[in-house]
């Protein structure tokens, strides 16, 4: 591709372009009074929902207040404004929305899916009984707030609709070109992890907690802003304009645009705003073909209008869609590098255990699944972990995670890893592999594996608004280790596919190179061969090894008595939550205690 | 002394509307583990159906309810099939978008049967009141709080006893598991809707009587049930119904002496706090894991 070719496909181009073809039809379609505030009323409520889709679309997170906080930046403005200019009006709305936002949801945090829908339902009435009640903050009766101060930069006032239109389309363009910076930026790989599955995105180590809270946070701001704006343009509130319909009309505009692209929100509005103006004589059934639309659209077009626009180009040729991952160019690069474990801390004894487990147990209700393990690694070593089914092998990683509630002493490489928390034993450079491999299918291979890197340098919002040549540094580093953990596994052909396009056993793998990616300095793995054939596990073994040479330290739970016999130096053994045996591998499959408790099938089974 | 006794009758009755509102979509939560967005609506079309088949169709309250809560059992059996059955087995999102897509049609549809003026409904106890104590406490008040402790008690009833509760319960423990011993789980999440959408008919011929029908009706006794929901632990029935009362009597009472501006956000700023502190529910065990 060439440099012009890239820069007429580069999303920064398509947004230079939409901004000029929304000013050119102003210009030459769009006439009267009215035309002009149907106009800005497209471009202000494709704002409010751009910021609904950080929050829903891309976070996944069903909040109800968008309108509300729309509202709360509108009153919050017209309050500080009052004797001042409308900037600091429009500051303090940004400070009131935020603070709010935040608060709320870390108060809500451990809320999900209902519980959170129904606690931004409330947190939405909340505000709406402030804005109709408050006089002394609304500056109105009843929050009929009128004589609102409107938008002035250096003395020229943006008194009419025509020149409040720059002015929103500003805004427009801003929010629009914030979602293109975080769609380009590690934010939208984690957001997505943290959305599709939490905890394995917490064992990575991804910020679930702050990445939740800043979309919220976002999107609620940017409701706020265009809320401020709104009523500066309009000279007043009321607490209607923000209340059910514009409420249940995000949503309609969202889900009807398209909730997977940033090009949706805009769409959506258009249509919210402008199909009721073509059917005028069905405005009485407006709600009741709008409310049919959505269930229909959900069970037909869940991808909504953007994703027709996309099937209607694939048909004609066109190439597919780019996706909500936009992949990540494979750029050439350096040779295989040897893995560089996590880097040694001080108080660790280098000749010690690098893990060691003291008295670890787990209980479910009555059950007690583990019970009091005492366990240490070697640095180094691979150690086998066998047992029975159900005899407490996974919950026993599950609780070194952080995943389970659990009781006990772990410490590694010297420090005390906190229990139950996911995520916490990821800062020593502990990572894991699941029985099922967890990948995620709306990532791209290479986006999956860069979920595990060591270095969080240089990843957060700001750092993809304000310092992106910053975050390009770090991401091609990143992108390298990544690769090379792709190649060590065999995958780096598919750097660039997407997981969904995946088969079993290459998750498998893809899973491992993530895991290898993170620089681990000690790895747990549950069931590596599960479901592989014979070849495919002696892959997996002759990986495993060379992992364990570059410094790694490895935890194996596995059924299979020749694959753990095959790589580890030592076994321990499980049965009932306890464990019953820890030695050489010779020695302990010869243990009769072992042999009774978990290897006696042997006898009948020849 | 009066003015308390009052305020704690009608947040009594309050409570026991809440609780019945709480009871319906908590019922297709069980089955379906789905929450219905529509289920104010629900009570809404309840209310207007009552006015219409008593002030309109000139039937006495009687046979006038009774036909308006039939109708809803009808109107919640189609809503299963229109925008629950198709979805099944999609994500949680997608489902609660189509009973929102739900409510959006209800409410207007409502709005164009029945115009946008408030409507009255009129009840065989209307504007008599009970005296005790020095205050006076209108009967319709008294008729909901009893009405509902039975409803209340026959639903425990069938979900303890009967076959058709523990049917329930299983898919609500477990539905495919369910599915695989035998239960209907279709016919199951049908009988559910129909029921709760009978249940928010019966809180809408309740509740219309005390002030005017209008379309707001049931939105806000919807977010009193959820909120009722979430105190006394999601799932939880007798928590469900106790956490009714304890809002209304707080809302009524605690707002009655002192935050009265914004007693009606007292639900909710109690709601948000039990989830920050107990999501699990004021009267349900268990880790405060994420819900």
Redesign the interface.
């Given at each position: 591709m060439s440099a012009a070719e890239r820069w007429r496909a580069s999303p920064y181009m398509r947004l230079a372009a939409f901004m000029v073809a929304v000013a050119l039809w102003r210009e030459v379609r769009v006439s009267g009074l009215a035309g002009e505030n149907t106009y800005n009323l497209w471009l202000f409520y494709a704002t409010v929902v751009v910021g609904f889709w950080f929050v829903f679309g891309l976070a996944g997170q069903f909040a109800f207040s968008q309108a509300a906080f729309a509202g709360l930046g509108g009153y919050a403005s017209n309050w500080a404004s009052r004797d001042n200019s409308f900037w600091v009006g429009l500051v303090f709305a940004v400070v009131v929305c935020g603070a709010l936002a935040a608060l709320f949801a870390l108060l809500v945090r451990r809320a999900s899916h209902f519980y959170f829908a129904i606690a931004t339902l409330a947190l939405g009435e909340i505000l709406h009984l402030l804005f109709t009640r408050w006089d002394a903050f609304t500056g109105g009766l009843g929050g009929e707030a009128i004589g609102i101060r409107p938008i002035s930069i250096n003395g020229y006032v943006f008194s009419t609709s025509t020149r409040v239109f720059w002015f929103l389309l500003a805004m427009l363009g801003l929010a629009l070109l914030a979602g293109m910076f975080l769609q380009r930026s590690p934010v939208l790989r984690e957001t997505i992890a943290t959305r599709d599955h939490e905890s394995v995105a917490a064992t990575l180590g991804t910020p679930v907690l702050r990445l939740r809270v800043s979309m919220f946070v976002l999107g609620s701001v940017v409701a706020g802003v265009s809320g401020a704006v709104f009523v500066a343009w309009k000279g007043f509130a009321t607490p209607d304009a923000f209340g059910l319909e514009l409420g249940i009309g995000v949503f309609l505009m969202l889900i009807l645009g398209g909730v997977e692209s940033l090009w949706g929100p805009v769409l959506g509005a258009a249509f919210y705003v402008y199909i009721p103006q073509w059917l005028h004589r069905f405005s009485e059934y407006k709600d009741v073909i709008y409310g049919g639309l959505l269930v229909v659209a959900v069970l037909v077009v869940p991808e909504g209008l953007v994703g027709i626009g996309r099937r209607l180009y694939r048909l004609r040729g066109g190439p597919g869609p780019p996706g909500l991952a936009p992949s990540l160019q494979t750029a050439g690069r350096g040779g295989l590098r040897p893995l560089r474990p996590s880097r040694s801390r001080s108080g660790g004894d280098p000749g010690g255990p690098v893990v060691t487990s003291e008295d670890v147990r787990v209980r479910f209700g009555g059950v007690v699944a583990v019970d009091g393990v005492s366990l240490s690694l070697a640095r180094e070593e691979i150690l086998g972990l066998v047992g029975p089914n159900g005899s407490g092998k996974s919950t026993f990683l599950n609780a070194l995670c952080g995943v389970v509630p659990a009781s006990g002493h772990v410490t590694v490489d010297g420090h005390r890893v906190p229990l139950g928390r996911p995520g916490a034993i990821r800062r020593f450079g502990v990572l894991r592999t699941y029985q099922a491999p967890q990948t995620y299918s709306h990532l791209s291979c290479l986006d999956d594996v860069m979920l595990s890197t060591a270095d969080r340098a240089a990843s957060g919002m700001f750092v993809s608004w304000l310092a992106r040549p910053v975050m390009h540094r770090h991401e091609r580093e990143r992108r390298e280790r990544a690769l090379d953990a792709l190649e060590r596994v065999g995958l780096a052909g598919l750097a660039d596919a997407s997981v969904a396009s995946l088969p079993y056993g290459q998750r498998r793998l893809l899973e491992l190179a993530r895991a290898i990616a993170g620089e681990p300095l000690v790895l747990l793995l549950d069931e590596p061969s599960a479901g592989l054939s014979a070849a495919e596990t002696d892959e997996i073994a002759a990986l495993l090894r060379s992992i364990r040479e570059d410094g790694t330290a490895l935890l194996v739970v596995d059924h299979k008595i020749d694959f753990i016999s095959a790589i580890a130096s030592r076994v321990a053994v499980l049965e009932l939550g306890a464990l019953v045996a820890v030695g050489d591998v010779s020695t302990i499959f010869d243990d009769p205690r072992v042999i009774d408790a978990y290897l006696g099938i042997e006898e009948h089974a020849g | 002394m009066p003015k308390f006794i009052a305020l704690l009758a009608s947040g009594t009755a309050q409570g026991a509307i809440v609780a019945l509102a709480a009871l319906g979509f908590l019922l297709i939560y069980k089955a379906t583990g789905v929450?219905n967005?529509a289920q104010g609506d629900l009570i809404t079309l309840g209310a207007y159906l009552a006015v219409w088949t008593t002030a309109e169709l000139g039937l006495s309250w009687l046979p006038g309810y009774a036909l308006a809560i039939a109708a809803m059992f009808v109107i919640g059996v189609l809503l299963e099939r229109?925008?629950y059955a198709?979805?099944r087995g999609?994500s949680?999102?997608?489902v609660?978008?189509?009973t929102?897509?739900?409510?959006?049609?209800?409410?207007?549809?409502i709005g164009?049967w029945q115009g946008t003026r408030p409507k009255y409904l009129t009840s065989p106890v209307a504007s008599r009141v009970w005296r005790v104590a020095g205050a006076a406490v209108a009967l319709q008040r008294v008729v909901i709080v009893v009405v509902t402790l039975v409803v209340v008690a026959l639903v425990l009833w069938v979900f303890q006893r009967t076959a058709v509760g523990r049917q329930l319960r299983a898919v609500a423990a477990d539905r495919e598991t369910a599915r695989l011993y035998g239960v209907r789980v279709n016919r199951l999440s049908m009988a559910a809707f129909g029921t709760s959408a009978a249940l928010a008919g019966l809180a809408g011929v309740l509740i219309g009587p005390l002030g005017s029908v209008d379309q707001n009706l049931g939105?806000?006794v919807m977010?009193g049930g959820?909120?009722a929901a979430?105190l006394g632990g999601?799932g939880n029935l007798i928590g469900v119904v106790v956490g009714g009362f304890l809002l209304g009597v707080t809302e009524q009472v605690v707002g009655g002496y002192w935050v009265r501006?914004?007693k009606?956000?007292l639900p909710?700023?109690l709601?948000?706090?039990v989830?920050?502190v107990r999501?699990q529910g004021l009267l349900t065990r268990g880790?405060?894991?994420?819900?």
């Open positions: - | 929450v967005f229109v925008a198709p979805l999609r949680v999102h997608v609660v978008i189509a929102l897509g739900a409510a959006l049609v209800m409410r207007t549809a164009i939105f806000g977010l959820f909120a979430i999601f501006t914004y009606s956000a909710f700023v709601m948000i706090l989830i920050a999501p880790a405060g894991e994420r819900l």
